[in-house]
Protein backbone atom coordinates (compact mmCIF):
# COMPACT_ATOMS: atom_id res chain seq x y z
CA UNK A 1 0.00 0.00 0.00
CA UNK A 2 1.35 3.49 -1.22
CA UNK A 3 0.00 6.58 0.67
CA UNK A 4 0.31 10.34 -0.33
CA UNK A 5 -0.40 13.00 2.20
CA UNK A 6 -1.77 16.55 2.15
CA UNK A 7 -1.05 18.52 4.89
CA UNK A 8 -2.41 22.13 5.41
CA UNK A 9 -0.97 24.31 8.33
CA UNK A 10 2.02 26.39 9.72
CA UNK A 11 5.21 25.53 7.60
CA UNK A 12 7.25 24.99 10.77
CA UNK A 13 5.47 21.88 11.62
CA UNK A 14 4.99 20.80 8.37
CA UNK A 15 8.44 20.61 7.65
CA UNK A 16 9.05 19.02 11.04
CA UNK A 17 6.54 16.50 9.88
CA UNK A 18 7.53 16.28 6.58
CA UNK A 19 11.04 15.29 7.83
CA UNK A 20 9.65 12.77 10.17
CA UNK A 21 7.70 10.98 7.57
CA UNK A 22 10.35 10.90 5.04
CA UNK A 23 12.89 9.50 7.52
CA UNK A 24 10.54 6.56 8.51
CA UNK A 25 8.70 6.18 5.50
CA UNK A 26 10.48 7.47 2.39
CA UNK A 27 7.62 5.76 -0.05
CA UNK A 28 5.63 8.12 1.25
CA UNK A 29 5.05 11.17 -0.92
CA UNK A 30 3.65 14.42 0.53
CA UNK A 31 2.11 17.60 -0.15
CA UNK A 32 1.82 20.98 1.31
CA UNK A 33 -1.10 22.99 0.90
CA UNK A 34 -1.63 24.57 -1.57
CA UNK A 35 0.73 23.18 -4.05
CA UNK A 36 -1.11 19.81 -4.82
CA UNK A 37 -0.36 18.91 -8.51
CA UNK A 38 -1.66 15.48 -8.09
CA UNK A 39 -5.30 15.82 -6.35
CA UNK A 40 -6.86 12.49 -7.07
CA UNK A 41 -3.55 10.69 -5.81
CA UNK A 42 -4.55 12.17 -2.19
CA UNK A 43 -5.02 9.45 0.56
CA UNK A 44 -4.88 11.51 4.00
CA UNK A 45 -5.30 15.22 4.83
CA UNK A 46 -3.48 16.28 7.79
CA UNK A 47 -5.28 19.24 8.89
CA UNK A 48 -7.52 21.32 11.51
CA UNK A 49 -10.05 22.27 8.74
CA UNK A 50 -11.42 21.13 5.29
CA UNK A 51 -11.65 23.23 2.29
CA UNK A 52 -15.51 23.54 1.16
CA UNK A 53 -14.60 21.46 -1.92
CA UNK A 54 -12.09 18.85 -0.25
CA UNK A 55 -14.93 15.61 -1.76
CA UNK A 56 -14.89 17.04 -4.90
CA UNK A 57 -11.09 18.22 -5.06
CA UNK A 58 -9.67 14.65 -3.43
CA UNK A 59 -11.77 12.43 -4.52
CA UNK A 60 -10.10 9.09 -3.64
CA UNK A 61 -9.00 10.60 0.29
CA UNK A 62 -9.38 8.30 2.44
CA UNK A 63 -8.64 9.76 6.02
CA UNK A 64 -8.51 13.07 8.13
CA UNK A 65 -5.55 13.36 10.57
CA UNK A 66 -6.54 16.34 12.82
CA UNK A 67 -3.49 18.30 13.93
CA UNK A 68 -5.01 18.48 17.61
CA UNK A 69 -6.72 16.63 19.59
CA UNK A 70 -10.26 18.04 18.73
CA UNK A 71 -12.28 16.57 15.65
CA UNK A 72 -15.40 18.61 16.56
CA UNK A 73 -14.49 21.48 13.52
CA UNK A 74 -14.71 18.58 11.16
CA UNK A 75 -18.27 17.89 12.16
CA UNK A 76 -17.84 14.02 12.39
CA UNK A 77 -21.38 12.64 11.80
CA UNK A 78 -21.48 14.53 8.50
CA UNK A 79 -18.37 12.28 6.99
CA UNK A 80 -18.50 9.45 4.43
CA UNK A 81 -18.80 6.13 6.88
CA UNK A 82 -15.72 4.85 5.01
CA UNK A 83 -13.47 8.09 5.42
CA UNK A 84 -11.45 7.45 8.77
CA UNK A 85 -11.08 10.37 11.00
CA UNK A 86 -8.17 10.57 13.50
CA UNK A 87 -7.42 12.94 15.63
CA UNK A 88 -3.98 13.32 17.68
CA UNK A 89 -3.06 11.24 20.50
CA UNK A 90 0.42 12.83 21.96
CA UNK A 91 1.32 11.81 25.77
CA UNK A 92 2.51 15.81 25.56
CA UNK A 93 -1.47 16.93 24.65
CA UNK A 94 -1.94 15.13 28.13
CA UNK A 95 1.04 16.34 29.93
CA UNK A 96 0.21 19.78 29.16
CA UNK A 97 -3.54 19.41 30.17
CA UNK A 98 -2.70 17.73 33.13
CA UNK A 99 -0.20 20.61 34.16
CA UNK A 100 -3.09 23.36 33.02
CA UNK A 101 -5.91 21.58 35.47
CA UNK A 102 -3.88 21.29 38.37
CA UNK A 103 -2.64 24.90 38.13
CA UNK A 104 -6.46 26.25 37.78
CA UNK A 105 -7.20 23.54 40.57
CA UNK A 106 -4.12 24.93 43.25
CA UNK A 107 -5.30 28.56 42.61
CA UNK A 108 -8.86 27.77 43.38
CA UNK A 109 -8.37 25.74 46.13
CA UNK A 110 -5.53 27.82 47.75
CA UNK A 111 -7.20 31.06 47.14
CA UNK A 112 -5.15 32.70 45.19
CA UNK A 113 -7.82 34.49 42.95
CA UNK A 114 -9.15 36.20 46.26
CA UNK A 115 -5.73 37.14 47.55
CA UNK A 116 -5.02 38.70 44.13
CA UNK A 117 -7.69 40.90 44.21
CA UNK A 118 -6.90 41.37 48.43
CA UNK A 119 -3.15 42.46 47.42
CA UNK A 120 -4.79 44.87 44.79
CA UNK A 121 -6.75 46.54 47.51
CA UNK A 122 -3.58 46.38 50.32
CA UNK A 123 -5.59 44.19 52.17
CA UNK A 124 -4.17 41.60 54.72
CA UNK A 125 -6.71 38.93 55.37
CA UNK A 126 -6.34 35.52 55.82
CA UNK A 127 -8.51 32.50 55.13
CA UNK A 128 -9.07 28.47 56.23
CA UNK A 129 -7.34 26.22 54.61
CA UNK A 130 -8.82 23.24 53.41
CA UNK A 131 -6.73 20.15 52.71
CA UNK A 132 -7.04 18.29 49.62
CA UNK A 133 -8.74 15.69 50.26
CA UNK A 134 -11.60 18.36 51.51
CA UNK A 135 -11.81 19.10 48.12
CA UNK A 136 -14.29 17.49 46.07
CA UNK A 137 -13.03 17.69 42.15
CA UNK A 138 -15.68 16.43 39.75
CA UNK A 139 -14.13 15.57 35.92
CA UNK A 140 -16.29 15.68 33.13
CA UNK A 141 -15.22 13.66 30.50
CA UNK A 142 -13.00 10.73 31.51
CA UNK A 143 -11.42 9.70 27.93
CA UNK A 144 -7.41 9.80 27.74
CA UNK A 145 -7.19 13.48 28.44
CA UNK A 146 -9.85 13.21 31.80
CA UNK A 147 -8.51 9.68 33.28
CA UNK A 148 -5.49 11.40 33.14
CA UNK A 149 -6.41 14.37 34.78
CA UNK A 150 -8.09 12.50 37.23
CA UNK A 151 -5.44 10.14 38.09
CA UNK A 152 -3.73 12.89 38.71
CA UNK A 153 -5.83 14.61 41.11
CA UNK A 154 -6.57 11.66 43.11
CA UNK A 155 -2.70 11.32 43.60
CA UNK A 156 -2.27 14.60 45.12
CA UNK A 157 -5.25 13.52 47.92
CA UNK A 158 -8.15 15.40 46.03
CA UNK A 159 -11.61 14.12 46.61
CA UNK A 160 -11.98 12.92 42.68
CA UNK A 161 -15.58 12.08 40.72
CA UNK A 162 -15.60 11.27 36.86
CA UNK A 163 -18.53 11.53 34.53
CA UNK A 164 -18.26 9.98 31.20
CA UNK A 165 -21.28 9.29 28.67
CA UNK A 166 -20.79 5.93 29.36
CA UNK A 167 -19.98 3.51 32.29
CA UNK A 168 -15.41 3.92 33.46
CA UNK A 169 -13.54 2.45 36.09
CA UNK A 170 -11.15 4.59 37.53
CA UNK A 171 -8.92 3.36 40.33
CA UNK A 172 -9.58 5.85 43.46
CA UNK A 173 -12.28 7.97 41.33
CA UNK A 174 -15.93 8.06 41.98
CA UNK A 175 -16.91 7.37 38.37
CA UNK A 176 -20.91 7.66 37.21
CA UNK A 177 -22.63 8.18 33.59
CA UNK A 178 -25.53 9.26 32.20
CA UNK A 179 -28.11 12.19 32.58
CA UNK A 180 -28.72 10.40 36.26
CA UNK A 181 -24.70 10.06 36.96
CA UNK A 182 -24.51 13.71 36.31
CA UNK A 183 -27.24 14.72 38.82
CA UNK A 184 -26.00 12.92 41.50
CA UNK A 185 -22.29 14.23 41.10
CA UNK A 186 -22.94 18.25 40.88
CA UNK A 187 -23.99 18.89 44.28
CA UNK A 188 -21.26 17.55 46.14
CA UNK A 189 -18.49 19.37 43.80
CA UNK A 190 -16.34 22.14 44.78
CA UNK A 191 -14.38 22.43 41.51
CA UNK A 192 -16.19 21.86 38.31
CA UNK A 193 -13.28 20.56 35.89
CA UNK A 194 -14.64 20.05 32.01
CA UNK A 195 -12.72 18.24 29.30
CA UNK A 196 -15.43 17.22 27.42
CA UNK A 197 -15.52 16.97 23.38
CA UNK A 198 -18.02 18.91 21.10
CA UNK A 199 -21.09 17.04 20.46
CA UNK A 200 -24.65 17.78 19.90
CA UNK A 201 -25.28 16.66 23.72
CA UNK A 202 -22.26 18.61 25.51
CA UNK A 203 -23.29 22.35 23.03
CA UNK A 204 -24.48 24.32 25.76
CA UNK A 205 -24.57 21.99 28.52
CA UNK A 206 -22.74 24.41 30.84
CA UNK A 207 -25.90 26.67 31.20
CA UNK A 208 -27.91 27.84 34.23
CA UNK A 209 -29.85 24.78 34.64
CA UNK A 210 -26.67 22.50 35.12
CA UNK A 211 -24.74 25.20 37.10
CA UNK A 212 -27.20 26.03 39.28
CA UNK A 213 -26.95 21.99 40.63
CA UNK A 214 -23.52 22.82 41.89
CA UNK A 215 -22.83 24.15 45.73
CA UNK A 216 -22.98 27.64 46.47
CA UNK A 217 -19.21 28.83 45.94
CA UNK A 218 -18.47 26.41 43.66
CA UNK A 219 -16.21 27.08 40.48
CA UNK A 220 -15.59 25.79 36.95
CA UNK A 221 -13.34 25.10 34.88
CA UNK A 222 -13.84 25.11 31.21
CA UNK A 223 -10.89 23.65 29.07
CA UNK A 224 -13.04 21.61 26.78
CA UNK A 225 -14.61 23.38 24.16
CA UNK A 226 -16.08 26.86 24.15
CA UNK A 227 -19.20 26.32 22.93
CA UNK A 228 -20.20 24.06 25.74
CA UNK A 229 -20.53 27.40 27.74
CA UNK A 230 -23.70 29.70 27.80
CA UNK A 231 -22.01 32.37 28.37
CA UNK A 232 -25.38 34.97 29.60
CA UNK A 233 -25.93 31.99 31.86
CA UNK A 234 -22.48 31.35 33.15
CA UNK A 235 -22.24 35.43 33.75
CA UNK A 236 -25.67 35.35 35.76
CA UNK A 237 -24.50 32.29 38.10
CA UNK A 238 -21.37 34.53 38.94
CA UNK A 239 -22.65 37.75 39.36
CA UNK A 240 -25.73 36.07 42.19
CA UNK A 241 -22.56 34.18 43.63
CA UNK A 242 -23.82 30.78 43.32
CA UNK A 243 -20.60 30.63 41.63
CA UNK A 244 -17.50 31.84 43.17
CA UNK A 245 -14.89 31.24 40.16
CA UNK A 246 -14.18 30.39 36.79
CA UNK A 247 -11.41 29.23 34.92
CA UNK A 248 -11.61 29.51 30.87
CA UNK A 249 -9.79 28.48 28.02
CA UNK A 250 -11.88 28.07 25.58
CA UNK A 251 -14.66 30.27 23.97
CA UNK A 252 -17.85 29.90 21.17
CA UNK A 253 -15.62 32.83 19.43
CA UNK A 254 -12.14 32.74 19.09
CA UNK A 255 -10.21 34.94 19.82
CA UNK A 256 -12.75 36.03 22.55
CA UNK A 257 -13.79 40.02 21.26
CA UNK A 258 -11.87 42.55 22.61
CA UNK A 259 -15.37 43.93 24.60
CA UNK A 260 -16.40 40.33 25.61
CA UNK A 261 -17.49 40.67 29.33
CA UNK A 262 -15.29 37.82 30.30
CA UNK A 263 -12.39 40.45 30.13
CA UNK A 264 -13.36 42.52 32.44
CA UNK A 265 -15.49 40.02 35.28
CA UNK A 266 -13.45 40.00 38.63
CA UNK A 267 -14.17 36.09 38.98
CA UNK A 268 -13.41 34.95 35.48
CA UNK A 269 -9.86 34.04 34.63
CA UNK A 270 -9.00 34.06 30.88
CA UNK A 271 -6.48 31.93 28.95
CA UNK A 272 -6.29 31.93 25.31
CA UNK A 273 -6.81 28.18 24.84
CA UNK A 274 -3.65 27.13 25.58
CA UNK A 275 -4.54 24.41 27.81
CA UNK A 276 -2.48 22.24 25.30
CA UNK A 277 -0.87 22.90 22.34
CA UNK A 278 0.16 20.27 20.18
CA UNK A 279 4.45 20.06 19.99
CA UNK A 280 5.68 19.71 16.65
CA UNK A 281 8.63 17.18 17.54
CA UNK A 282 6.23 14.46 19.99
CA UNK A 283 3.70 14.85 17.21
CA UNK A 284 5.51 14.34 14.58
CA UNK A 285 6.46 10.59 16.26
CA UNK A 286 3.25 9.65 16.73
CA UNK A 287 1.98 10.77 13.12
CA UNK A 288 4.68 8.37 12.22
CA UNK A 289 3.73 5.70 14.09
CA UNK A 290 -0.16 5.87 12.49
CA UNK A 291 0.92 6.13 9.25
CA UNK A 292 2.78 2.63 9.87
CA UNK A 293 -0.56 1.08 11.31
CA UNK A 294 -2.11 2.32 8.38
CA UNK A 295 0.04 0.64 5.78
CA UNK A 296 -0.18 -2.55 7.96
CA UNK A 297 -4.25 -2.18 7.70
CA UNK A 298 -4.60 -1.91 11.30
CA UNK A 299 -6.09 0.65 13.17
CA UNK A 300 -4.90 4.08 13.95
CA UNK A 301 -4.54 5.23 17.70
CA UNK A 302 -7.32 8.09 18.06
CA UNK A 303 -9.33 6.50 14.90
CA UNK A 304 -12.97 8.74 15.54
CA UNK A 305 -16.44 6.92 15.92
CA UNK A 306 -18.12 9.39 13.89
CA UNK A 307 -21.47 8.46 15.05
CA UNK A 308 -20.35 9.61 18.63
CA UNK A 309 -18.40 12.60 17.58
CA UNK A 310 -15.13 11.22 19.38
Not at 209 to 232: C, F, H, I, M, T
Request: proline share 6%; with cysteine.
Amino acid sequence: MSLTLLYKGPAERGECWQQAVAAALPEVRWFTWPDVPQPEAVDGFITWTLPDDYQSRFPNLKAIFSVGAGVDQFNPASLSSDLKLVRMVDPSIATQMKTYVLTAVMMLHREQFRYQRQAAQNLWQAHPVKLPHECTITILGLGSLGSSVADMLHQLGFNVQGWSRSPKTLDGVTTLHGDEGLKALLPNTDILVSLLPLTDETRGLLNQDLLSQLPKGAALVNAGRGEQVVDDDLLFMLDSSHLSQAVLDVFEKEPLPAKHAFWDHPNIHVTPHTATVTRNDTAAIRLVDNLKLWLQNETMEGEVDKTRGY
